[in-house]
């Protein structure tokens, strides 16, 4: 699945358990018709690298799996999590706008 949108937010790489588990998150600002729908996506392990050469603001494409989970609490109670998990994020082009006065190509007499 891919989403378009705006970089909100990019977060620092967390760290967990004596594995080393690595997480980063961002905020991805989606239009909709009425109201901006921010989502929050989290990268991780080796894929949290590939945010480092994106700035807040960018629009992006990013490539993401959807999952979730059930846990059980001591109360035996389910809870249901989900998750939204990027794996690839790439610029969006826009198209060039066109130069209004274009420059004339020097051409030297003989």
């Known amino acids: 699945m891919e989403v378009i949108g705006l970089l909100k937010t990019i977060g620092e790489v967390q760290v967990f358990g004596a594995n080393g588990f690595r997480k980063r998150g961002v905020v991805l600002t989606v239009p909709d018709d009425k109201y901006p729908q921010y989502i929050p996506i989290d990268f991780t ?3 949290c690298d590939l945010l480092n050469n994106y700035i807040v603001g960018r ?3 990013i490539s993401l799996n959807l999952g979730g989970r059930i846990w059980v609490n001591p109360q035996g109670e389910e809870k249901c999590f989900a998750s939204i998990t990027g794996w690839k994020i790439e ?18 007499q003989s």
């Open 91 to 108: 610029s969006v082009q826009t198209a060039p706008q066109q130069d209004l006065h274009p420059v004339e190509q020097y051409e030297p």
């Open 45 to 47: 392990q080796d894929k």
């Open 59 to 61: 629009e992006v494409k």
